[in-house]
């Protein structure tokens, strides 16, 4: 092995027998270990013990609402794509309690919970997923509130990155200008090469404490023909999209077709599970539950994920603003691609496809948008691109 | 994001569904009670019940007396009405935009509040009536469904006792003995004494009324950026974070709850946004 010096943006190579020892180098400096591993039927992000517990062998197929797990025979180790869970399971919980109160006298008192100060390594962030938590980070910590729970999380976080090295059916993260390659963000970065005999990675470093890691595994530096070869992996990856949108003016068209038939013809098909709002990496929506023991002197109050596709979620006295399925898919897809842009200034959609392929009716955000651009209801709407939205 | 214990000082029932809460911080809390900006909201707390957005009705000139007033609607707010002297809240805030008392300096200022929405407009009441020269005409015009249903009754009267506050008030229905004005408030715009070009509107009430005043105060060509009104939307979190209360691109918490007319005006006209 040559030493060579790492920096952030240098690249080396780490052999496939080598990922054992990102894990344990990662669980010596105290990180939980999470990342892809198959469980009931999907890929799912779990607690890893070992890189054994990773998909190897396992490919994904995906199309509007299908999912389906095959396995393959080139022993691959991330050759899928983004599956129903997404990072926000473990930066953006579920189900967080916030604080605790104790009743005695009349009068209360209230202790807040400490923010999580576990340290956790998350291994196989695909780079659609690196933007959404970027996004989410832009929720959470860059607005005149910051929230402190997300912030302990993301400070005490180690992202080892994914390059794709194939596109999933409903991906278009290149639409979305999202991937397949991650730009920054990371720790690490890995893009994985399978060649005859060699099965390997070349990693690129993101951070300081990306480079101390690496500098811990046996690795030397990238030749010419190495880098070339992840280069036209993510290349080929970003021409092999399974889905497209055209987001020209995007923010436009949706605040001028806020009355577009489209959106009657969308509710007549949605069931207004909320399954797609659980499976985006960026939808943050929360309500709380308040909960009292048996005595009613114990109280606590919980954070959980909520969705707008549920009639509640609205609701004020006298009943809710958005008492039907199409005010609420407006809602939703106007949120991701328009006001999102305006609230927080960047697309809420990545382009990791989880809503369209968990559907279970199949509906299509870029078939969607399609569908609004090619027939606008505005004449300041700007229809352009060809029918299959290609620009 | 964590509720500060506050002690129920006084309540008053306004009317049958209504009442005010004056609070103070809970003994041994040591930090001084927050200034607030009139138009502002705190969340309240009642205790494993739930949170509920409540504009801060008081003098903002008088911060330690902490006032909110309530209509007991559903779950947490009918918990907020059991409480009594003594007993503990929890309060989050002050959260939201405020009225443009700045900018209203040296213009009339016409208020219009239906039901409740007197309680988020009384806070400019007080601070215009404190600082009565830097104003020029002031109108309130105030609305309710019945008489019995009139916030506030004794401060009503006594601000229309004084020469330099026109205060007109009008309820839906009435029984006979009712001497005041049977209709809807918006009646009262085109009569009122206030100069269109120069005036800033200050609106709170449902909706749809509004709707109706804007629509009174455009007749009269008032410019749509000098008028203001404040939103509702439902609310969790009141810090921007919980997704409920986005009206359009703005979130009604930190954006609002008080806006521009001009700035909201075409989200006003798409139903169910
Ligand atoms: C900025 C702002 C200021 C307000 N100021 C006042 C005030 O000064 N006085 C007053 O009496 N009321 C005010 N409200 C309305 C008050 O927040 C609701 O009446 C209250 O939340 C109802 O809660 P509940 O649990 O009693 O009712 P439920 O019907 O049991 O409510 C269930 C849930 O729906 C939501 N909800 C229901 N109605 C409303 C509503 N109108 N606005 C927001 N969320 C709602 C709440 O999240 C609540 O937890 C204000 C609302 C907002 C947004
Ligand atoms: S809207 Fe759909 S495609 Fe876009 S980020 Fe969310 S789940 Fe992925
Ligand atoms: S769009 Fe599909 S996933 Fe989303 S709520 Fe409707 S039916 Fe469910």
């Keep these: 092995m040559t030493e060579i010096a790492l920096t952030v ?5 780490l052999e496939r027998a080598s990922l054992d020892k990102l894990f344990a180098a990662l669980s010596k400096r105290g990180f939980r270990l999470v990342g892809p591993t198959v469980r009931d039927g999907a890929i799912v992000y779990d607690e890893l013990k070992s890189a054994a517990d990773l998909p190897v062998g396992w490919t994904d197929e995906q199309k509007g609402g299908t999912y389906r797990l095959k396995s393959r025979n080139d022993g691959a180790v991330f050759g899928y794509t983004a599956g ?20 005695a006298d009349g009068a209360f008192e209230i202790k807040e919970e400490k923010p999580d100060a576990q340290k956790t390594a998350f291994i196989g962030v695909r780079s659609c997923d690196l933007h959404a938590i970027a996004v989410q980070d832009k929720v959470f910590l860059n607005g005149r509130y910051l929230d ?14 994914i390059n794709c090295s194939q596109a999933g059916g409903t991906c278009f993260c290149v ?4 991937g397949p390659k991650a730009a920054s963000g990371f720790d690490l970065a890995l893009t994985e090469i399978r060649e005859q005999e060699r099965h390997y990675f070349v990693a690129e470093v993101g951070t300081e404490l990306g480079a101390e890691i690496l500098a811990e595994l046996p690795h030397r530096e990238v030749e010419g023909h190495e880098k070339a070869a992840a280069d036209e992996t993510v290349a080929k990856t970003a ?18 077709n806020y009355e577009h038939p489209r959106w009657d013809q969308v509710a007549g098909r949605c069931l207004t599970c909320a399954n797609c709002t659980m499976v985006c990496p960026t939808c943050f929506c929360t309500t709380v539950e308040d909960v009292t023991d048996l005595k009613g002197e114990h109280a606590e109050r919980w954070q959980k994920w909520d969705s707008c596709f549920t009639r509640d979620f609205s609701y004020i006295h006298g009943g809710s603003i958005r008492a039907t399925p199409k005010t609420r898919y407006r809602q939703w897809m106007t949120h991701k691609l328009a006001t999102w842009i305006d609230q927080f200034g960047t697309s809420g959609c990545v382009g990791c496809g989880r809503c369209i392929t968990w559907c279970p009716v199949g509906i299509d955000i870029t078939e969607e948008v399609r569908a609004i651009r090619e027939a606008p209801q505005s004449p300041k709407g700007s229809p352009t691109g060809d029918k299959h939205g290609n620009t | 994001m964590v509720p500060r214990p506050h002690t129920v000082r006084r309540v008053w029932q306004e009317t ?10 809970a003994a041994g809390d040591g930090a001084a009670p927050s200034s607030f900006a009139p138009g502002q909201f705190n969340m309240l707390y009642a205790f494993g019940v739930g949170e509920a957005a409540i504009s801060i009705s008081g003098d903002p000139a008088r911060p330690e007396r902490l006032v909110h007033t309530i209509r007991a609607v559903g779950a947490t707010t009918k918990a907020l009405a ?14 939201g935009s405020q009225w443009p008392l700045g900018e209203a300096a040296g213009r009339d200022i016409v208020i219009i509040a239906g039901g409740i929405g007197l309680a988020p407009l009384r806070p400019v009441v007080y601070h215009v009536l404190q600082n009565r020269q830097n104003y020029g005409n002031v109108v309130l015009l105030y609305g309710a469904r019945s008489p019995g249903d009139l916030l506030y009754a004794k401060e009503l009267e006594q601000w229309r006792g004084r020469f330099d506050l026109e205060v007109q008030v009008a309820v839906d229905r009435a029984p006979a003995t009712w001497r005041g004005t049977v209709g809807v408030v918006t009646n009262f715009i085109p009569r009122a004494r206030f100069d269109p070009s120069e005036a800033v509107a200050m609106i709170c009430g449902p909706e749809i009324m509004m709707r109706f005043a804007v629509q009174g105060i455009e007749e009269l060509e008032m410019k749509s950026e ?11 979190c009141a810090v921007g974070f919980c997704g409920h209360c986005q009206f359009g691109p703005a979130f009604i918490c930190k954006d609002g709850p008080v806006f521009s007319y001009e700035s909201v005006r075409a989200l006003l006209n798409i139903r169910g946004i």
């Design chain 1, 9 to 13: 943006g240098t690249h080396s190579v």
């Design chain 1, 84 to 103: 129903p869970h997404s990072w926000k399971k473990f930066l953006h919980p579920p189900a967080v309690r916030l604080w605790q109160a104790d009743r």
């Design chain 1, 148 to 161: 402190p729970y997300y912030q302990a999380r993301r400070e005490n976080s180690f992202i080892a990155a």
């Design chain 1, 175 to 178: 639409s979305m200008g999202t």
């Design chain 1, 239 to 256: 021409q092999a999209m399974g889905r497209q949108m055209d987001t020209t003016n995007i923010k436009e068209l949706l605040y001028q």
């Design chain 2, 16 to 25: 049958h569904d209504t009442f005010t809460l004056e609070l103070a911080p």
């Design chain 2, 82 to 95: 059991r409480l009594r002297r003594g007993d503990t809240v929890g309060i989050r805030g002050p959260f």
């Design chain 2, 226 to 236: 000098s008028i203001y009104i404040s939103m509702e939307r439902n609310m969790k």
